[in-house]
């Protein structure tokens, strides 16, 4: 079914424009990526999941009418990706690549794995920059004009405790757009990144907002507006940074929190973090299967 809010857009205004959303399959980016069916894009999803690929094209399908193509994908793994490319092209270019796809948790800094550090990193980071030279290279190749949307997180401009892998890849990553924005520009490339607040999803919700947290300080009294986001305004956003009304916009980061950022979120939450004994954090790991 059509989203039958109010649109500020024109029901073709992405038609013509074939996109990929890495981790479209879930969340945040499944909603972006409905946005941008509905307006006419040609939508490309990838992810580790098949079944969750698989799922939300279907659900596409019947409720929009539109085919969705799917590509099982780790990010991390460049070989993996440069396929995916390879395939995505052999029925045509794409012009935007919005890199989604990311790994978050809770956890003390100083007790981190390397394998947890860099199961994060590798994600955000390097997925993100895999996917952005791979596609950069094929536009620059061709004289193809493109745009790269790279979804950030507050913890990029201002550091966050307790998910510092998350806040360092994506604080790179943000230095990725704006350095690319000067590097690509002349060849019509633009790079653009969003950034936003707290928008509910069970991705994120099961790993950074257990009750311990939200208990002590609930995430509506540390946003300005008082609520949580709504997955259709994060959307529109996102249908504006990609579409020709935003032609002029490079190497930008545009925020959208509802003033949580300016509120300051690490506060209260940190310092009750701060006194969690260290039974909470245990139950924060995952449970290790028995061998
Ligand atoms: C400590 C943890 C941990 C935790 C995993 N690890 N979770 N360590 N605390 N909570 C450790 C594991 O023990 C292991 O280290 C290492 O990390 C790799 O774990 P795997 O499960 O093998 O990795 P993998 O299957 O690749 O999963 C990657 C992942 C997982 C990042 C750990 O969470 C994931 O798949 N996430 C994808 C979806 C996601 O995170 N969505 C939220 C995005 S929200 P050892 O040493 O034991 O082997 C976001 C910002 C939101 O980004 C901001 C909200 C306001
Ligand atoms: P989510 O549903 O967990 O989305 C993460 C997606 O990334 C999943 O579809 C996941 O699919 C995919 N993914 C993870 N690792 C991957 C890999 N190695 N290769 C390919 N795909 C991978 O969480 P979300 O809340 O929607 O987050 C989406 C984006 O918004 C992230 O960039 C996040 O940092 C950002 N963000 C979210 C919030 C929020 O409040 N929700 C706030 C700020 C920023 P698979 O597991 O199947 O691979």
Redesign the pocket.
Known sequence: MTDTRMSMYRSDLLSGKRILI??????????IGKRYVELGADLV?????RE??EQTAKEFKDTLGVTVETHV?????AKTVESMMDAIWATGPLDVLL??????FLARTERLSTRAFDAVV???LK?SAYCTMDVGRRWIDAGHKGTVMQ????SAMTGMPFTVP?AMA?AGALAMIRSLAVEWGPYGIRTVG???????????????MPQERIGQAPIEQGVALRR??EHHELADLCVYLISESAAFITGEAVVI?GGRWLQGTAGASAYNMQQWPDSTWESLKPKKSKE
């Open positions: 890495t981790g479209g399959g879930t969340g945040l980016g499944k909603s999803i990838c992810g580790r999941r969750v690929l994908c780790d990010v991390r793994d890199n989604n796809a990311a790994g978050n590798d994600i955000v997925g979804i950030l997180t507050q998350s994506k969003v950034v936003p607040g707290p928008f509910p999803t069970e991705g994120a919700w099961s790993r950074l949580v986001g929190d």
